[in-house]
Structure formats: structure tokens, C-alpha cells
């Protein structure tokens, strides 16, 4: 794995406000050189987190080693430890507070109160300096950073928590016919499956805290919404940019790429549709036809996205057959 010395503003690989973990790994894919969208086919299921509905960033379920080699371990440590993983030729994903970036947007920071963390990119070392190479996608930041600068950043005073990405001496990778087919059925497994608070029990989750936001405080309600708001719109972005790497591809007709085109067109306005509602809501919580419209659109589009999962795995069970 050869990452850049200095990456540069083409580098960033940013997927929505709210995906700083898949924007690091995108970004951190990128700049070793490997085709991110191969790890974008899998990041399609959804959680209720914290009240809010939002693309699942599960780490423990994160897989870059069958696509790529490489090995994600969950760390925590100080700076020297970062310093060896990168010096042998891996990269970080470090957890801080976005509150304790200087350069992070204050505009962004709304999440940070309900329990959500950042994720930075740590991918290089400079020991003339003693400081760390540091990319932001979410903040658009390319910099550096020293340890008491990481340090003060970090969720736990003293360490850092961190997960390194380590390249392995794995042999032959799969072809992208078998990526297509690997994630087009773990996705479908993860929506139908629904474990804890994902898939299609994420939809039900969501769905019963517009049927009680009737009795939620003002203040609480607006701040659900504004929430809800910023992640629904990342789930439109996060939608379109799977179903593209799946196109990219190259590996469905131009009728399947056009019938896939209508079933994203048809969600990305089922969101949009629940986006506005919401704003309404915020307006007139005391509207029971609304949070019933509401709960209607959500079914409809949990339904839609499932007929959608269900063809792309079909097409990807077609193509290892050939």
C-alpha cells in the first residue's frame, strides 16, 4: 500500500454530512490507490441511532479485507503507537470530538450533543515536524496535526480510540462479479434481516416516533426534526452513490442500469416526500392525518427499497452464473 506523501483536495472523498466513517475510508481507499467503490457497493442498510434515522456505520460490520486485504482492528493507544502502524504502510480511522477541531464548521456540530462521534483520517507521519498528515472529508480539511493536538481532540482523555487499517499479505482479490454478488445479497440480508435497530426495524422504530411526536416537548420535537432532516437528506446522497458504483461496474444491460435508475428515482423522492412532511410536522405536530401521511410514506418506501435490493441481488446471483 503506497498512500501519497501530501494529498491533495482531489484526494477527499466525501459521501454525505453525516458519513465521516465512509468518507475517511473512501478517502483512505483512495489515496492507497484502491477503487473505493467497491466498499460503497455494501453501505446501503439503515439504523434508528439516537432517535434518528440515519446510513448504518456500524464498525464491527465493516469488511475491507475480502475486496481489498486489508485488516481493520479496533485500538487504542497513544501517538507513537500511530506512528509505527503508518511507518509499516497503514493508515487510521481516529475517533475524536468534532467540537475540539479547530477547523471543523460550527454549523456541523448539531449531532454531537445525542452521542455521535467524528472520525478523522490519519494517513502519514512526519517526523521533521512531529506531526501528523490528517484529512477531514466532512470539513473538506487536508493538514497537520501534532499529539497534544490529537490528543485533546480524543473521547477519552489520555488515549486515543482508534481503528487501524492494515494491509495484509493476502493473495489474489475477487473479481468485481463476485463483489457484486457478495454485496448485493449481504445488503439485502442486513434490510430484510432488521437485527437490533437496523434494516426494516429501523423504518417501524422511526415510524413509532412520528406516531408519538404528538406528546414530545417543542423543544424536543424541533430538534428531533432538525435532525432527522440533515440524515434523511444524506440517505437521498448515500442512496444514489451505491446504485452508481453498481452501474459503474459495467455488469448489467442497459435496460437493468434503467429499471435500476426508476426504482432510485422513485426512493430518492420518497425520502425528499418524508423530508418535507417532517417540516410540516414541525409546523402542525398536532395533525394526526399528517403523522398518519407520514407513517403511509415510510411504509411505501421501506417497501420500495426492499423490491430495490432484492433486484440488484438478483442481478448479481445472474452474473456469477454466467
Known sequence: MNLQSQATS?????LAAVECVASCLMTGLH???????????????LVYYENTLMPDNNMTDLNLEYAYGIEMRQ????????VSLLQSGGWVLLACRASRLSFFPGNLLGLESHQFLHFILVYGYRSATDTFSVIDPIADFIGEMNERELLAAAVEEGQLNYYACIPSSKGDLPSAKAIFYREAADNLMKYERGAGQTGREAFRLFAQDVADSASMTQQYRAAWIERNNITLSSIVKARERVWQCFRELDLMTEDEMAQG????????????????????LKRSPQNPELTAAIQRLLEKNAT???????????????????
Open 10 to 14: 482531489g484526494d477527499i472523498k466525501k
Open 31 to 45: 489515496i492507497s490507490g484502491l477503487d473505493y467503490r467497491y466498499f460503497l457497493l455494501g453501505h446501503w442498510n
Open 75 to 82: 485500538c487504542t493507544g497513544r501517538a507513537p503507537d500511530i
Open 261 to 280: 435508475d426508476a426504482y432510485l428515482d422513485e426512493i430518492a423522492k420518497g425520502w425528499t416526500a418524508v423530508n418535507f412532511a417532517l417540516v410540516k
Open 304 to 322: 420500495l427499497e426492499l423490491e430495490c435490493l432484492r433486484f440488484i441481488n438478483g442481478k448479481g446471483r445472474e452474473r456469477v452464473a454466467l
